[in-house]
């Protein structure tokens, strides 16, 4: 069996993306993985804080890409879609520049770009989800996806600044907004627009519950890993994006 070795770049208070990932993808009957993290100061989920943190970006970029990764994982979804339209793209692009120079051939993807990806995988045009974000960061979200050519008819900000508190937020307070939102005519709920809210063991229940697609940007982040890897997009329990019918 192949080993894949998984670069993560994470914020500094960040904890959910390295247990949400690695327990998707280690459930894998393809491949084996490891993972690899460096981190960007970051602990107040705010436009100030988020710019100091991009700033970073670079630095961790050098540092992750010594483990000589296969693929690297940007993963902040809000830092890239609190920017301009289209701005995962350009990250990503500009990530790739920097790993070439330094003769690195490690893929590069973005849990914004890998959101974007996963939606249209499933062919959602029409989708409603959950944040953590004060309300303007999630306005932002609103508006980035909006420039994808998603309708996002309905959404949830639970309203959570500090980083560290985002990662202890109870499933049952998630749950409770995804039942609130309206899904009339909606085709994929993301549960957790933010790799650091955790609801990889809500994922499954809630496809059951509500009845359609249900993702969350670490699933999007493990399809996006798959796919850029050309492994089978099949992990056991983690809902349809992640049954292998999507590749």
Request: proline residues 5%.
């Amino acid at each position: 069996m192949d080993s894949y070795r998984i670069g993560l770049i994470v914020p500094s208070s960040n904890v959910t993306v390295e247990t949400e990932l690695p327990a998707l993808l280690r459930s894998s009957a393809d491949a084996e993985f490891t993972f690899h993290s460096s981190r960007m100061r970051m602990t107040a989920v705010t436009p100030a804080g988020l710019r100091a943190m991009n700033v970073q970006r670079e630095r961790c970029v050098i540092e992750i890409a010594d483990a000589s990764p296969d693929v690297i994982l940007y993963a902040c979804l809000v830092a890239l879609m609190a920017g301009e339209p289209g701005e995962h793209r350009r990250a990503e692009g500009l990530i790739a520049e920097q790993l070439a120079t330094g003769g690195s051939a490690a893929r590069i993807r973005s849990s914004a770009g890998a959101l974007v990806e996963a939606l249209r995988a499933l062919g959602a045009r029409r989708i409603a989800l959950v944040t953590p974000y004060l309300r303007p960061l999630a306005r932002k979200v609103v508006g980035y996806l909006s420039a994808e050519d998603f309708e996002v008819s309905d959404w949830r900000a639970l309203e959570v600044e500090d980083n560290r508190e985002v990662g202890c937020i109870p499933g049952d307070r998630v749950m409770a907004s995804a039942r609130d939102l309206d899904l009339a005519g909606v085709d994929a709920v993301v549960l957790s627009a933010c790799v650091q809210m955790p609801s990889l063991s809500l994922i499954a229940p809630a496809e059951d519950e509500l009845g359609i697609p249900v993702i969350s940007a670490a699933t999007a982040g493990a399809f996006g890993i798959l796919r850029g890897l050309g492994l089978p997009t099949k992990l056991p329990g983690a809902g349809s994006l992640l049954s292998g019918s999507y590749s």
